[in-house]
């Protein structure tokens, strides 16, 4: 079966250092990621998508990896501050269509 | 641009009655989604349009819930009978590339309560 899987635990880390969020998905080929920020009470704001002929995506604090190869992306925020605690959330978009299929959301939690 | 607009922003209803979500998309953009959001199944695509025209509903749930979208500017979301496993935040989006490449732009959702 087909599936996108986020950290559901919480990631809790100290202002100032690099966060790491991962998404794995298995059964899918997808022609794009993206990757999505979710506050309390609010819907999903974009912030980066990646190709899958692209191995890194830069912008700003954020960096995101593909590797189709492991099946893996990797969402990176350096220098992170409190105000990027926030929800979130993977999605894949495959070949078919304007779809997009959402992992679970890791919420990151900066403590200053 | 006001970005997505939806409304009601809560809705707290009785199982049995009918609800109907509503959502107006970004001007100019030919696609619009809504989406289901639960603790339990995360976010959830239901039903998709473009230029107004359902695409692919393979997300509805049941026949309970049906979706329409009149004119570009305008679509709804409605469950009838509402039970309580319907209870979630309700999220339209509205995107304009077809291929994929173009990022979704999400409204601030309906939370929903069946009791």
């Known amino acids: 079966s087909q599936k996108i899987e986020q950290n559901s635990e919480a990631l809790n880390i100290q202002e100032g250092k690099t966060a790491t969020l991962t998404c794995n998905y298995t059964?899918?080929?997808?022609?794009?990621l993206q990757w999505y920020r979710q506050d309390p009470g609010r819907g999903p704001v974009f912030l980066l998508l990646?190709?899958?002929?692209?191995k890194e995506k830069r912008k700003e604090r954020l960096k995101v990896t593909f590797d189709t190869t492991l099946k893996q992306s990797l969402f990176h925020i350096t220098a992170s501050q409190p105000a990027d605690s926030a929800t979130y959330l993977c999605a894949l978009v495959l070949n078919a269509g304007n779809m997009l299929t959402f992992g679970g959301g890791t919420r990151l939690m900066v403590k200053p | 641009d006001a970005g997505v607009i939806q409304s009601p922003r809560h809705e707290v209803t009785e199982m049995g009655q009918e609800v109907t979500l509503r959502c107006k998309p970004i001007s100019g953009h030919d696609y619009l989604f809504w989406y289901r959001q639960t603790m339990m199944r995360g976010l959830e695509l239901l039903i998709y349009?473009?230029?107004?025209?359902?695409?692919?509903d393979s997300g509805m749930p049941e026949d309970r819930f049906s979706a329409k979208m009149p004119n570009a500017s305008f679509s709804t979301l409605k469950i009838q009978p509402s039970e309580p496993r319907d209870s979630a935040v309700y999220f339209c989006?509205?995107?304009?590339?077809?291929?994929?490449?173009?990022?979704?732009?999400f409204g601030p959702g309906t939370r929903l309560t069946v009791l």
């Open positions: 990646i190709r899958e002929n692209e």
């Open positions: 059964n899918y080929s997808p022609a794009y």
């Open positions: 349009f473009n230029n107004n025209v359902p695409i692919d």
């Open positions: 989006a509205s995107s304009l590339d077809p291929t994929g490449a173009d990022t979704q732009y």
